[in-house]
């Protein structure tokens, strides 16, 4: 008998309650609005890419040159400069070629030929190298300055890492053509060539980029 009761009682409360809960949410979903979701701005994708070659409003074909081989420069040894010259009444074009530049590597973060993770890592694992020409065309606007860097790796018979071989640690990466080694260690394997792997844009970029912010704008230095 007292059995019955108290489970008559769980019943009822447990009714009653189930009733008041679904008051509650029917009350709440009526005075609650959610708030419109308004997405942040936020942009996805790769960053613009400036164009290449720029356009320089400067008309100083002097003072042009002479920042153009200053940035480049920063990042190759120059090879050979053709400057933009005035024959008759005709400016020619310029041209600027360097040196092939081993790839730097992740120990080397002082140097800037590897711009970004990907580049120091590939230039650490594999026998990278880059070669750049940057060409100065004069038009009616100033000069349009087009700026070109090669990508090549080292063909050789057997694969290397970067620094060192790995079936002969004491070989060094053959970069014949970047430096003249008096003594070299023995048991290093003969660069076949090298293969070519297309633009490095990222160096491009940053190239550019320095080259329209020392020109935007900006003059030689007058005399006093």
Partial sequence: MHRDRAVSVRRYFATWCFIALAVLMLDGCRAWTPASYVPPEVAFGPAPQMPNPVQITNVDRDYVWDQVVDVVDDYFRIYKEERVRLVGDLLTEGVLDTYPRGGSTIFEPWNKDSVNSYERLESTLQSIRRIAQVRVIPNEAGFLVDVQVFKELEDVPSPETGAVSLANPQALRNDNSLQ??????????????????????????????HIQERLSGYGPPQPY
């Fill in 180 to 209: 003249r080694v008096t003594n070299p260690v023995g048991g290093a394997q003969p660069t076949i060539g090298w293969i070519r792997l297309g633009r490095d844009t990222a160096l491009e970029q940053v190239i550019l980029s």
